[in-house]
């Protein structure tokens, strides 16, 4: 049985509505594969990439839906709605709750989002969303990783948006 993550909007409940755009998700079904370069790691080909495989670096679009196991990927030279910016992991444990996961969890992408976009969060025009544990995903898959990431709710990027301090 395959578990899930949840994607938690913290400041981007618009965004949420913004990137809903063509599909969910937990929709994407069986398409390809994305293929990382075996040297760096980097995504070379846009594909589908299991939530619990993505790395700091990685880009993707459509990251509306709310509790995931696939997503998509695509080389961050591409245009995208979305970079994993900073990973953490949660303590080991009983399973602490859903707010207690969130609290974490936006505490954590919050202090790191200065030190990726280069502008304290407050100035920035850019907001910032994280994958967190579920229950299921706790409990069944020892999964304790938090993934935060930024997003550009006015347009797609392409490149990074390390240091981009906006």
């Known amino acids: 049985m395959r578990t899930s993550r949840l ?54 679009n459509n990251t509306s839906s709310e509790e995931v196991t696939d997503v998509p990927v695509v080389p961050c030279s591409d245009p995208h709605d979305t970079e994993v910016y900073y990973e953490f992991s949660l303590p080991d444990g009983e399973y602490p709750g859903k707010d207690e996961v969130y609290s974490a969890a936006e505490q954590g992408c919050y202090t790191e989002f200065s030190n990726f976009v280069g502008i304290a969060y407050e100035e920035s025009t850019l907001e910032f969303s994280y994958f967190a544990p579920t229950q299921q995903s706790w409990d069944q ?12 709710t006015a347009e ?11």
């Open 7 to 60: 994607l938690t909007a913290t400041a981007v409940m618009g965004a949420a509505l913004f990137l809903g755009g063509c599909f969910q998700i937990s929709d994407l079904g069986g398409g390809p594969e994305a293929v990382r370069d075996s040297d760096t790691g980097e995504i070379t080909d846009a594909g589908k990439a299991d939530v619990f495989t993505l790395s700091v670096g990685d880009c993707m």
């Open 141 to 152: 898959g020892d999964d304790r990783l938090v993934s935060c990431l930024v997003v550009d």
């Open 156 to 166: 797609q990027v392409t490149g990074t948006l390390a240091g981009a301090a906006r």
